[in-house]
């Protein structure tokens, strides 16, 4: 139903008092290491709600790319089209402070060298899928060539994160752009008083056929040329808002898959976001279809 086009990372945390000035050494708590990147975790979050879905990425022939497509196997993600090795699988160093403030380095490796040519390879199971998913973490040219080769009947979302300037073709097909509400204002050229309704609207005119953006606790809003729906959040105890945006992506283009309407699957994706945030963790928080919030009045 869902082929995940993007990235895959080792998550290297480590937790300090204080983080190190240049030239100086810290002591931090024992590292833990977690599978991650936007693309990997955007997988594993659709296919624990239950849709069929197929990673096509890159890691290293290395110990951390073993443990990244372990990972995704155990939960139900095809990794035939995961290609291994010419570099070192990604990873990202977070340093995490006392009061939960991170710094985060992130090294592409593997990454980086997902290839237009990847893509080809992969045409027939991207020609095949029903919701074909994108982000920024790979090249951008890698992204243009997914969008080139999905069949007419395949709906492209593209979750631009981290924020970079898009080419018109790979814009005009987003069907949703998914964008969080500080990436949302810097597309838009900064800061604006007007509302996150507003913001979408101003977005569709830039050229995707519907946009999403999401408001962390306040939930989400969602756009198409049939009009403007905003979902309000769930309240909830937030334990660790880490991955809640991949949570929100992947359960959007699962539920999209199954042929929700935009408003339909955003409001899904609203309560898959809050049950992500109330676990620890990126995939680890990500929620069974059991584990999801009813819906008010159901
Ligand atoms: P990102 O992680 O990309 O910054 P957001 O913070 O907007 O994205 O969160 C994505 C989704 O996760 C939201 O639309 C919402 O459904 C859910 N979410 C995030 N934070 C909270 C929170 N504190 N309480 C309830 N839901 C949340």
Known sequence: DVV???????????????RPAAG?????????VHPGGKGGNQA?????LGSTVALVGRVGDDAHGRFLLDAQRAAGVDTRAVRVGGAPTGVALIVVGPRGDNSIVVSPGANALL????????????SAARVVSLQ??????????????????????????????????????????????????????????DTPEAWCTAL?????????????????????????????????????????GDAFTGALASRLA?????????????????AAVTRAGAQDSFPTAEQVPAAEGS
Not at 148 to 159: E, K, W
Request: hydrophobic residues 50%.
């Open 115 to 126: 290839s237009a040519q990847d893509v080809r390879a992969s045409r027939d199971l991207l």
């Open 4 to 18: 995940v086009v993007g990235s895959a990372n080792a998550d290297l945390v480590v937790g300090v008092e204080r």
């Open 44 to 48: 594993v979050a659709a296919a624990r």
């Open 204 to 244: 569709l005119e830039r050229g995707p056929r519907s946009v999403v953006v999401t408001l962390g606790a306040r939930g989400a809003v969602a756009a198409d040329p049939s009009g403007v729906v905003r979902v309000p959040g769930i309240p909830v105890v937030a334990v660790d808002t880490t991955g809640a």
């Open 136 to 193: 920024l973490e790979i090249p951008l040219e890698t992204v243009a060539e997914a969008v080139a080769v999905v069949a007419p009947g395949t709906r492209v979302m593209l979750n631009a994160s981290p924020s970079a300037p898009l080419p018109a073709p790979v814009l005009a097909a987003c069907d949703p752009l998914v964008l969080n509400e500080h990436e949302a204002l810097e597309m838009l050229g900064g800061a604006t008083e």
């Open 258 to 274: 199954r042929g929700d309407t935009l408003a339909q699957a955003v409001g899904f994706a609203v309560r898959v976001g809050a």
């Open 24 to 32: 100086e050494t810290v002591l931090g708590s024992d590292l833990a």
